[in-house]
């Protein structure tokens, strides 16, 4: 597959040492040189400088024959607009971005694209664990 | 006719500022306090701190009730966002988006933004184009005490025109604090006639604002 990766974070480097071990064809792009430092040495993707949402970087960064489509900056907008580029622009058809936002989450899950929210999934696990042990303190 | 801009930089607040001015019902989002404190002081309480982009802002805003909302901040990721917020979850039926790379301009439509522009004199135009003059405008709400400040227009064929405010039917919390006539600004007693072509300047309770606006302009077409 080809996969494009927009940030360069503890979060997309991470993924894409993973996929590019795996022998996929991967492009990240960050706008700052040093988030490149969180790759391995020896990482055989290609490493694009620039901003994800615009789109003679994407392109450089070969979105127009890409399978996948990632937006994993810190900035949820930033990945808002980015995402809707690869899906509406170059039809990308696999696009999934994170929002922390949990509003601006839902509202983009319904336009289509595949929306991961940590800020719900991690407090969505929290519950569960209080609730599964159901804890009581006994009074002695 | 209400307006909700976002982005308190220059283009926002000139916006803001000429909105007002024509007489538009108009509310400021900004993200920096410093700035909000100061717009306060000049425009009063149609101004809040707030990151347009969120829920709860927008609703504080106002937006269920916003017939255009103007997002102007420096960057397109966030008017691209504040404008779509604004369009799925309140419904605002038109949105416009400053664009700060032209090259965004045709994607922004793409996406369901209804007017892009990079200008704010190109911004005014626009908005004068597909704003009708109204009679009857709310200046502005005030913070305290749900009190509001209109300013309505006589017509020639106002239902009031002729009279002396003391035989108006004015509803109970409404005063009619001035009066605009020929340039000259009036301080109106129980005695004073009203004549067409006057623009009144009254401080309403919200509620009684429908209400008024019937009694000076005549029953709803």
């Given at each position: 597959?080809?996969?494009?990766?927009?940030?360069?974070?503890?979060v997309?480097?991470?993924?894409?040492?993973?996929?590019?071990?795996?022998?996929?064809?991967?492009?990240?792009?960050?706008?700052?040189?040093?988030?490149?430092?969180?790759?391995?040495?020896?990482?055989?993707?290609?490493?694009?400088?620039?901003?994800?949402?615009?789109?003679?970087?994407?392109?450089?960064?070969?979105?127009?024959?890409?399978?996948?489509?990632?937006a994993v900056?810190?900035?949820d907008?930033?990945n808002i607009?980015?995402a809707?580029?690869?899906?509406?622009?170059?039809?990308?058809?696999?696009?999934i971005l994170r929002i922390y936002d949990p509003e601006r989450a839902e509202v983009y899950r319904g336009?289509?694209l595949t929306v991961i929210c940590p800020t719900r999934t991690v407090a969505d696990m929290?519950?569960?664990?209080?609730?599964?042990?159901?804890?009581?303190?006994?009074?002695? | 006719?209400?307006?909700?801009?976002?982005?308190?930089?220059?283009?926002?607040?000139?916006?803001?500022?000429?909105?007002?001015?024509?007489?538009?019902?108009?509310?400021?989002?900004?993200?920096?306090?410093?700035?909000?404190?100061?717009?306060?002081?000049?425009?009063?309480?149609?101004?809040?701190?707030?990151?347009?982009?969120?829920?709860?802002?927008?609703?504080?805003?106002?937006?269920?009730?916003?017939?255009?909302?103007?997002?102007?901040?420096?960057?397109?990721?966030?008017?691209?966002?504040?404008?779509?917020?604004?369009?799925?979850?309140?419904?605002?039926?038109?949105?416009?988006?400053?664009?700060?790379?032209?090259?965004?301009?045709?994607?922004?439509?793409?996406?369901?933004?209804?007017?892009?522009?990079?200008?704010?004199?190109?911004?005014?135009?626009?908005?004068?184009?597909?704003?009708?003059?109204?009679?009857?405008?709310?200046?502005?709400?005030?913070?305290?005490?749900?009190?509001?400040?209109?300013?309505?227009?006589?017509?020639?064929?106002?239902?009031?025109?002729?009279?002396?405010?003391?035989?108006?039917?004015?509803?109970?919390?409404?005063?009619?604090?001035?009066?605009?006539?020929?340039?000259?600004?009036?301080?109106?007693?129980?005695?004073?006639?009203?004549?067409?072509?006057?623009?009144?300047?009254?401080?309403?309770?919200?509620?009684?604002?429908?209400?008024?606006?019937?009694?000076?302009?005549?029953?709803?077409?």
């Open positions: 597959m080809r996969i494009v990766i927009v940030g360069c974070g503890r997309g480097s991470r993924v894409a040492t993973e996929f590019a071990a795996e022998g996929h064809r991967i492009s990240i792009v960050d706008q700052r040189q040093e988030s490149f430092r969180r790759l391995p040495e020896r990482f055989p993707g290609q490493l694009v400088l620039g901003t994800g949402i615009d789109e003679d970087v994407l392109r450089s960064a070969g979105i127009e024959s890409a399978d996948v489509f990632i900056t810190e900035d907008n930033t607009m980015a809707q580029i690869a899906q509406v622009v170059y039809r990308v058809p696999k696009v336009l289509g929290i519950e569960q664990q209080v609730r599964e042990g159901h804890p009581t303190r006994v009074s002695d | 006719m209400y307006i909700i801009v976002v982005g308190g930089g220059k283009v926002g607040y000139y916006l803001t500022k000429t909105l007002v001015n024509e007489g538009y019902e108009v509310f400021l989002v900004e993200k920096n306090p410093a700035k909000v404190q100061v717009y306060r002081d000049r425009f009063g309480a149609i101004v809040m701190q707030g990151d347009g982009a969120e829920v709860a802002t927008l609703a504080a805003a106002g937006a269920g009730r916003a017939d255009v909302v103007i997002a102007v901040t420096g960057d397109d990721e966030d008017n691209l966002v504040i404008c779509q917020m604004a369009r799925e979850r309140f419904r605002v039926r038109r949105t416009i988006a400053r664009v700060n790379n032209p090259k965004n301009e045709e994607l922004f439509r793409k996406l369901g933004i209804d007017v892009t522009v990079s200008q704010t004199n190109v911004i005014l135009s626009i908005i004068e184009q597909q704003i009708p003059e109204r009679p009857f405008v709310h200046l502005m709400a005030l913070r305290h005490a749900d009190l509001a400040i209109v300013e309505a227009k006589v017509a020639e064929d106002s239902p009031v025109i002729h009279q002396p405010i003391w035989q108006l039917e004015l509803p109970p919390e409404v005063i009619i604090t001035a009066i605009l006539r020929h340039g000259e600004l009036i301080i109106p007693t129980g005695q004073t006639v009203i004549e067409p072509g006057d623009e009144l300047f009254i401080v309403t309770k919200q509620q009684r604002e429908a209400e008024l606006r019937e009694l000076l302009t005549g029953p709803p077409a």
